[in-house]
C-alpha cells in the first residue's frame, strides 16, 4: 500500500499556499525565529541523551528550510538506520526474554569449509533484556519549540498576515 503524502491537519494545504505568497521579508522574520530555535532544541536534545552515545550526539543536526519547517535530529535516512537505538532511547523498552541464536564468526559468508571447521554449530541461550524508561530525547522538542518559540512565531506571523492583509510588501 502507497504512503500517503501530505498532511492530516485540515486546511495545511492552504496555509501552505498563504506562507509561499508571503513578502519576503516576513519570511526572512519567520526563518530567523527558526534559525535561533535550532541551535536551543538541539542542545536540549543532546543534553537528554546518556553520557555514552557520543556518537549519536554527534550525528545530531538541525536544518532550517525554505519552506518555513525546522527538523531536529537525524536528518538523513541513513542516519536513522544507523542510529536506529535513538528510538529506543526516546521510547523506552520493556523487559524481556529474548531467544538467541548465534553462529560461529567465521561462517556468516565464509565458505563450507570453514564452516565445516568452525563446526558449524549455531549456539541458542535465552537472554534477558533490561527494560528501562525512555528518555523522551525526541519528542519533548516539540513541546519545548510551543513554550519558548511558539509565541515569538506567532507574532512575527501576525505582522506578516497584517501587513499583507494591508497589501504591503507586495510589489
Do not use: C, W
Not at 555514552?52 to 538541525?62: I, K, S
Amino acid at each position: 500500500m502507497a504512503r500517503r503524502r501530505g498532511s492530516r491537519v485540515k486546511g495545511i494545504a492552504s496555509l501552505r499556499r498563504l506562507l509561499r505568497r508571503l513578502p519576503e521579508a516576513a519570511n526572512d522574520e519567520l526563518l530567523s525565529v527558526l534559525r535561533r530555535a535550532g541551535p536551543v532544541l538541539l542542545g536540549r536534545m543532546r543534553a537528554r541523551l546518556p553520557e555514552r552515545t557520543h556518537a549519536l550526539d554527534a550525528a545530531l543536526a538541525f536544518k532550517v528550510y525554505r519552506s518555513l519547517r525546522l527538523r531536529v535530529g537525524l536528518l538523513s535516512k541513513r542516519q536513522v538506520s544507523r542510529f536506529f537505538y535513538f528510538r529506543i532511547l526516546d521510547i523506552g523498552r520493556r523487559a524481556q526474554k529474548v531467544r538467541v541464536r548465534r553462529r560461529p564468526r567465521n561462517s556468516g559468508f565464509a565458505s563450507k569449509t570453514m564452516a565445516n571447521r568452525a563446526g558449524g554449530r549455531i549456539s541458542s541461550y535465552v537472554m534477558n533484556v533490561k527494560g528501562f524508561r525512555g528518555r523522551f530525547v525526541r519528542s519533548k522538542g516539540r513541546e519545548d519549540f510551543d513554550r519558548d518559540f511558539l509565541p515569538d512565531y506567532r507574532k512575527v506571523m501576525d505582522r506578516a498576515l497584517a501587513r499583507a492583509a494591508r497589501g504591503v510588501g507586495n510589489d
